[in-house]
């Protein structure tokens, strides 16, 4: 279930008292200071839970200065124990501040805030942001909270290395949370997927890889090797050695990793290229491709072969899907506006 809350619901004068609550209610018990007379003030949130992760997008934007406070007296009142993860997604930077540690954020970067200790973010007047807030009880990180605390209000760089996958990850739930929302199992999989991303990454930030349960590195490098494949899935020669190859394991490991999974690495590949095929076909940027040109795209290059497995797997041939969603005009020439 998605949840979404928007100030555009309440009249101007009760939207900052409104997010305010709001903010409280979603997140964890805080103080959130904006200027009262800040008549252009906007926020929205949108959430749903993954499992036992609460995940939301957050975009607001403030002509005066914004800040939430999480002080010892609340956190007495709250008895959450969780972690806070903040994830930069665009507009003004935002300042984590914890246990007398600092830190800014460019766009992709993350950190992560202890709820059980006093906390402060705060972005400058005329902020505008949009960022993902992830909270999750601290025992699902697989990592001793005595390690964890030197990391708390620290930059996690989102453009490389494990930070960039975790950014990318989190980001990339982000795109589907309204069009596409993820419920029941598939949630407590992703969430079980972010977390391992997190417990490696962490860990890497901090050189206690060894502390990180096995589990938590085999599911993270399963992560990997989607996320690799998903960014191959034009290259019509991609394989379990050529992926196997890239993430410096063998062959035989690969398999081994995906025979929980239920299915194959080739198996998977060919999910993954059929989907893509299918979004294509209906979307209206691309009515005027043929058929064959986009099974080609993504790596398909024998167009009877396409077609016999696109009927096989959705019951349906490429272009009668196409036409029941476009209608006959699905292939007439797409004419520009004179």
């Known amino acids: 279930m998605v949840d979404r809350v928007c100030t555009d619901d309440v009249a101007p004068g009760e939207r900052i008292d409104y997010w305010q609550h709001m903010v409280s209610e979603n997140f964890v018990r ?31 934007s403030a002509s005066g200065s914004y800040e939430i406070f999480r002080s010892a007296r609340q956190i007495r009142q709250d008895e959450t124990d969780e972690y806070l993860l903040e994830l930069q997604m665009g507009g003004s930077a935002v300042v984590l501040n914890q246990d007398g540690r600092q830190a800014d954020f460019d766009n992709g970067d993350f950190g992560l805030l202890d709820v059980t200790r ?21 025992h699902l990180l697989p990592i001793r909270v005595d390690n964890v605390r030197p990391l708390t209000a620290v930059r996690i760089p ?71 494949i998903d960014e191959q899935l034009d290259d019509p020669d991609l394989s379990p050695q050529q992926i196997a190859s890239a993430h410096h394991i063998s ?7 995906f025979e929980p999974e239920e299915t194959t690495v080739v198996e998977w590949i060919r999910t993954r290229r059929l989907e893509q095929c299918r979004r294509h076909l209906v979307d209206p ?11 080609a795209r993504w790596g398909f290059r024998d167009p009877s072969y396409f077609s016999r497995l696109f009927r096989a797997t ?25």
């Not at 200071?33 to 997008?57: C, E, M, P």
């Not at 705060?122 to 601290?138: E, G, I, N």
């Not at 062959?251 to 990793?257: A, G």
């Not at 272009?319 to 006959?328: D, N, W």
């Open 30 to 60: 805080c103080t959130t200071r904006i200027d009262q007379k800040d008549d252009s003030f906007w926020g929205r949130v949108v959430s749903t839970n993954l499992g036992a992760v609460h995940y939301s997008l957050v975009e607001y």
């Open 285 to 295: 940027g691309q009515r005027s491709q043929p058929v064959s040109v986009i099974a």
């Open 158 to 228: 989102g453009k490389h290395g494990m930070g960039q996958l975790v950014s990318n990850f989190l980001v990339g739930l982000s795109d589907s949370l309204e069009s596409d929302p993820v419920e029941g199992s598939d949630g407590v999989r992703l969430s079980t997927a972010l977390l391992d991303l997190l417990a490696v990454a962490f860990a890497r930030q901090l050189e206690r890889e060894s502390d990180v349960p096995p589990e938590s590195h085999r599911g993270a490098l399963l992560t990997r090797i989607y996320a690799f």
């Open 251 to 257: 062959t035989r490991y690969l398999h081994k990793l």
């Open 314 to 338: 959705y019951g349906i041939p490429p272009r009668e899907y196409r036409i029941l969603h476009f209608g006959p005009e699905a292939f007439r020439p797409v004419t520009s506006m004179p």
């Open 118 to 138: 006093p906390s402060h973010l705060v972005c400058a007047p005329q902020s505008s942001v949009r960022a993902v807030t992830v909270t999750f009880p601290r």
